[in-house]
C-alpha cells in the first residue's frame, strides 16, 4: 500500500476521495496563494496545485504520494476564488445567474522517493457549469448559509448551492473539486493504481 497525502483544507475533496474508497493523510501547504499569478486562470489553478503540492511534498520523509489542488470559476475571462464577503458573494451570484461559467481544477501529483520530491505530473480538469437564475431573496438566503464564503466560485454543487446549478458538461467531482478520473489517468502514469492507495477502514 502507498502512503497517499492530499495537500489541501478542503472538505470537499476529502470527502470526494473517501466516497470514492480512499483514505488519504491530509496537511495543508500555507502556501500564499495571492502571491502568485498566471495568464489565465487555468493556468493559475495549475500554478497554485503545484505550489501547494511542492511545498507539502518537501516536509515529507520516507515514500508517498502527494496530491495538491486549487479550484477556480471562471466567468468573462475572469478568475474567480473565494468571495471575501457576503457582499461581494451576493453581487457575484446576481452576475453569474442564468449564465454559464468554466470551473478549473489544477491538479498536481508528486512522487516523493527517499525523502526527496522525484517526479511531478500537473494537469487542470475544466468544466462547464450552468447556473439556475435564482431571486434576490433566494441569493440572500444561500449567502445567508456562510457556504459561498467558504468555496471558489462562491458555489457547491454537492450542498445548498445544488438547487442552483442547472447542468455541468464535464466530470462533476472535479466542480467539487478533484477529478477522480484526471487523478486516476495521473496515478497510471506513474505506474500505480487506485488500489493502490490506502483504503477506508471497514
Not at 30 to 45: K, Q, W, Y
Not at 153 to 169: K, L, P, Q, R, S
Not at 184 to 195: K, N, P
Request: charged share 25%; aromatic share 4%.
Amino acid at each position: 500500500m502507498t502512503r497517499f497525502l492530499l495537500a489541501s483544507a478542503s472538505s470537499g475533496r476529502l470527502r470526494t476521495l473517501r466516497n470514492a474508497g480512499v483514505e488519504p493523510e491530509v496537511e495543508v501547504s500555507g502556501v500564499d496563494e495571492d502571491a502568485i499569478t498566471a495568464a489565465t486562470p487555468a493556468e493559475l489553478v495549475r500554478e497554485l496545485a503545484h505550489a501547494k503540492a511542492v511545498t507539502v511534498a518537501g516536509r515529507q520523509r520516507g515514500e508517498l504520494l502527494v496530491l495538491g489542488c486549487d479550484s477556480l470559476l471562471e466567468l468573462d475571462g475572469c478568475a474567480l476564488g473565494k468571495p471575501a464577503s457576503a457582499e461581494e458573494a451576493i453581487a457575484r451570484w446576481k452576475s453569474m445567474r442564468g449564465r454559464t461559467a468554466v470551473l478549473h481544477t489544477g491538479h498536481t501529483l508528486i512522487e516523493v522517493v527517499d525523502s526527496a520530491v522525484g517526479r511531478v505530473l500537473d494537469r487542470v480538469a475544466s468544466t462547464e457549469v450552468r447556473f439556475a437564475d435564482p431571486s434576490d431573496a433566494e441569493v440572500e438566503a444561500y449567502v445567508g448559509t456562510g457556504e459561498p464564503l467558504r468555496v471558489a466560485g462562491a458555489f457547491t454543487i454537492d450542498g445548498f448551492g445544488g438547487w442552483f446549478v442547472e447542468a455541468v458538461a464535464g466530470d462533476h467531482h472535479n466542480v467539487v473539486g478533484l477529478s477522480l478520473p484526471l487523478l486516476r489517468r495521473m496515478l497510471l502514469d506513474f505506474g500505480y493504481a487506485v488500489t493502490d492507495l490506502p483504503a477506508q477502514p471497514t
